[in-house]
Protein backbone atom coordinates (compact mmCIF):
# COMPACT_ATOMS: atom_id res chain seq x y z
CA UNK A 1 0.00 0.00 0.00
CA UNK A 2 1.62 3.45 -0.91
CA UNK A 3 -0.33 6.62 0.64
CA UNK A 4 0.29 8.98 -1.79
CA UNK A 5 -0.98 12.68 -2.56
CA UNK A 6 -2.21 11.91 -5.91
CA UNK A 7 -3.16 8.35 -6.68
CA UNK A 8 -3.80 8.76 -10.28
CA UNK A 9 -0.42 10.23 -10.91
CA UNK A 10 0.63 6.45 -10.71
CA UNK A 11 -2.50 5.05 -13.05
CA UNK A 12 -1.71 8.04 -15.91
CA UNK A 13 2.09 7.22 -15.86
CA UNK A 14 2.88 3.88 -17.60
CA UNK A 15 6.64 4.27 -17.66
CA UNK A 16 7.61 3.66 -13.89
CA UNK A 17 7.07 -0.35 -14.07
CA UNK A 18 9.33 -0.55 -16.62
CA UNK A 19 12.32 2.14 -14.87
CA UNK A 20 12.27 0.02 -11.71
CA UNK A 21 15.87 -2.15 -11.84
CA UNK A 22 14.29 -5.60 -11.27
CA UNK A 23 17.85 -6.85 -11.69
CA UNK A 24 17.44 -10.18 -13.40
CA UNK A 25 13.80 -9.72 -13.75
CA UNK A 26 11.90 -7.82 -16.85
CA UNK A 27 8.48 -6.36 -17.08
CA UNK A 28 6.31 -8.68 -19.32
CA UNK A 29 2.96 -6.53 -18.69
CA UNK A 30 0.57 -5.47 -15.83
CA UNK A 31 -2.69 -4.73 -15.05
CA UNK A 32 -5.05 -2.58 -13.10
CA UNK A 33 -7.96 -3.25 -10.35
CA UNK A 34 -9.91 -0.93 -8.48
CA UNK A 35 -10.64 -2.17 -5.12
CA UNK A 36 -13.25 1.01 -3.69
CA UNK A 37 -11.24 4.03 -3.08
CA UNK A 38 -7.53 1.96 -3.75
CA UNK A 39 -6.36 0.37 -7.06
CA UNK A 40 -3.40 -1.29 -8.03
CA UNK A 41 -1.34 -2.27 -10.64
CA UNK A 42 -0.32 -5.96 -10.95
CA UNK A 43 3.21 -5.98 -12.25
CA UNK A 44 4.01 -9.20 -14.32
CA UNK A 45 8.05 -10.02 -14.32
CA UNK A 46 9.68 -12.87 -16.06
CA UNK A 47 10.91 -15.22 -14.44
CA UNK A 48 7.52 -15.45 -13.97
CA UNK A 49 6.39 -13.49 -10.52
CA UNK A 50 3.32 -10.92 -10.04
CA UNK A 51 4.14 -7.62 -7.67
CA UNK A 52 0.87 -6.07 -6.71
CA UNK A 53 1.34 -2.23 -5.94
CA UNK A 54 -1.14 -0.79 -4.26
CA UNK A 55 -1.90 3.08 -4.52
CA UNK A 56 -4.51 5.45 -2.49
CA UNK A 57 -4.43 8.93 -0.56
CA UNK A 58 -3.40 9.11 2.75
CA UNK A 59 -7.24 9.11 4.01
CA UNK A 60 -7.21 5.36 3.55
CA UNK A 61 -5.30 5.04 7.29
CA UNK A 62 -8.05 7.10 8.65
CA UNK A 63 -8.59 5.57 12.44
CA UNK A 64 -11.74 7.37 13.55
CA UNK A 65 -13.60 5.66 12.40
CA UNK A 66 -11.15 2.76 10.79
CA UNK A 67 -13.26 0.88 7.47
CA UNK A 68 -13.34 -2.76 7.74
CA UNK A 69 -11.87 -3.10 4.49
CA UNK A 70 -8.80 -1.58 5.79
CA UNK A 71 -9.03 -3.63 9.12
CA UNK A 72 -8.61 -6.24 6.55
CA UNK A 73 -5.83 -5.75 4.36
CA UNK A 74 -3.64 -4.66 7.53
CA UNK A 75 -4.41 -7.58 9.70
CA UNK A 76 -3.53 -10.24 6.95
CA UNK A 77 -0.25 -8.78 7.23
CA UNK A 78 1.64 -5.39 7.02
CA UNK A 79 5.33 -4.32 6.86
CA UNK A 80 5.92 -0.69 7.01
CA UNK A 81 8.74 0.71 5.18
CA UNK A 82 8.57 4.32 5.56
CA UNK A 83 6.10 6.74 7.12
CA UNK A 84 7.09 9.72 7.34
CA UNK A 85 3.38 11.03 8.72
CA UNK A 86 3.10 8.51 10.77
CA UNK A 87 -0.29 7.60 9.45
CA UNK A 88 0.54 3.76 9.44
CA UNK A 89 1.74 3.70 12.89
CA UNK A 90 -1.40 5.24 14.31
CA UNK A 91 -3.53 2.97 11.83
CA UNK A 92 -1.79 -0.43 13.29
CA UNK A 93 -1.78 1.36 16.63
CA UNK A 94 -5.80 1.44 16.95
CA UNK A 95 -6.33 -1.73 15.36
CA UNK A 96 -3.97 -3.09 17.73
CA UNK A 97 -5.68 -1.74 20.33
CA UNK A 98 -9.27 -3.21 19.76
Not at 3 to 32: C, M, N, Q, Y
Request: hydrophobic residues 40%; charged residues 20%.
Amino acid sequence: MLLVPDPEAFRSDKLWPVEIPWGKGRVTGWHDAQYGIAWSRHVRLEPPCEIEFTFCGPSWAITNPVDPGTVSVVSEGCLVVLDRAQLLQKLLAVIHDD
